[in-house]
């Protein structure tokens, strides 16, 4: 799966490592929804940081359809907040 971090590039991902990120989505949607800034801030570091480090990144000039796409670190609560789908950021 090819997934973008807005403002960073492409990453492509293995299907194996999205039990990984659901757990930090999940972490992450409870921690919106209980207005918790500074978890949702540490949370949304160690998904994009799970992202990266799991991730193979694609060359900056690859022009691959992206299947996910993630906000940027500094995204504050309410724009990722009108990111989110039914499932949170990652679905599944």
Sequence with gaps: MIVR?????QVRLADSHFAELNALDDELLAEMESGDEEG??????ALLDAVRRLGTALPDDALEPSELILPPPDAS????????????????
């Design 40 to 45: 949702f801030r540490r949370t949304l570091g």
């Design 5 to 9: 971090i807005m403002g960073e590039g």
């Design 77 to 92: 609560l309410e724009e990722v907040r009108e990111m989110l789908g039914d499932e949170g950021l990652i679905p599944g």
